[in-house]
Nanobody
Framework: QVQVAESGGGLVKAGESLRLSCTISGLNFGDYAVGWFRRIPGKEREGVAYINWGPANTHYADSVKGRFTITRNNNKHTAYLQMTNLKPSDTAMYYC????????????????WGQGTQVTVST
C-alpha cells in the first residue's frame, strides 16, 4: 500500500523559511516524479514545484520561482520543498503528489497524494 506523508508545515512570519518533507512508502520512489501543490480555501489547487526522477529536471510556478527549491533524496524516499522569503500569500495547505509520469504530476493528475501540511505566514 502506497503512503504519502507530508510534514514540516507551521506558522512563520513573513520573510522566514520552512522546509517541507514528503516521504513516500510502498513504491520504488526513484521511479516516480514528485510535485508539491497548494490550496487556499476558496481557490483552485495550484502546482508549486515539480521534480522528475532525475534531480536535474525541476519546474516551478512563477509565484515561487527564486524562493522555493524542490529536491529529493531517493535513498530516504523523501522529497523536500525548501521555502524561503515566505509571504502571507503563501499561506495554504501544501500537498505532495507522485506519479511515474512527470506529465501527470505537472497536470495535477498524479496517482498518489498526501493529506497535506498547513503553512501559515503572518505579517
Amino acid at each position: 500500500q502506497v503512503q504519502v506523508a507530508e510534514s514540516g508545515g507551521g506558522l512563520v512570519k513573513a520573510g522566514e523559511s520552512l522546509r517541507l518533507s514528503c516521504t513516500i512508502s510502498g513504491l520504488n520512489f526513484g521511479d516516480y516524479a514528485v510535485g508539491w501543490f497548494r490550496r487556499i480555501p476558496g481557490k483552485e489547487r495550484e502546482g508549486v514545484a515539480y521534480i522528475n526522477w532525475g534531480p536535474a529536471n525541476t519546474h516551478y510556478a512563477d509565484s515561487v520561482k527564486g524562493r522555493f527549491t524542490i529536491t529529493r533524496n531517493n535513498n530516504k524516499h523523501t522529497a523536500y520543498l525548501q521555502m524561503t522569503n515566505l509571504k502571507p500569500s503563501d499561506t495554504a495547505m501544501y500537498y505532495c503528489a507522485a506519479d511515474r509520469l512527470m506529465t501527470n504530476v505537472l497536470r495535477g493528475r498524479a496517482s498518489y497524494w498526501g493529506q497535506g501540511t498547513q503553512v501559515t505566514v503572518s505579517t
